[in-house]
Nanobody, 117 residues
Framework: QVQLVESGGGLVQAGGSLRLSCAAT????????IGWYRQAPGKQRELVSV???????NYADSVKGRFTISGDFRKNMAYLQMNSLKPEDTAVYYC???????????WGPGTQVTVSS
């Protein structure tokens, strides 16, 4: 079994920064892509950013230029540096990965990010 453990969430003022970390533990899997989704109250879960093991990455339009994703595929880790945070970034952030060796998706339990105005 694979477990994803997120850390780094919290409360920050608008304009501030947070860095989220995600560690994949347990069963060893080969990661094809890893990244972050978020879900705000009353809204659907949405993609924030994903990085593929060839180094390519995607970002939601709403976070481009403010968030930066990085990954260490040998250590099964991913990071999301979030700068210039806005109140609308407030959500539960979920780490996600897809393993090409198992063909399965895995999700973390989520970490709360709250941005005050």
């Amino acid at each position: 079994q694979v477990q994803l453990v997120e850390s780094g969430g919290g409360l920050v003022q608008a304009g501030g920064s947070l860095r989220l970390s995600c560690a994949a533990t347990g069963r060893t899997v080969s990661i094809y892509r890893i990244g972050w989704y978020r879900q705000a109250p009353g809204k659907q879960r949405e993609l924030v950013s994903v990085i593929v093991n060839d180094g390519t990455s995607n970002y939601a339009d709403s976070v481009k230029g403010r968030f930066t994703i990085s990954g260490d595929f040998r250590k099964n880790m991913a990071y999301l540096q979030m700068n210039s945070l806005k109140p609308e970034d407030t959500a539960v952030y979920y780490c996600y990965l897809y393993s090409w060796s198992t063909g399965e998706d895995y999700w973390g339990p989520g970490t709360q990010v709250t941005v005050s105005s």
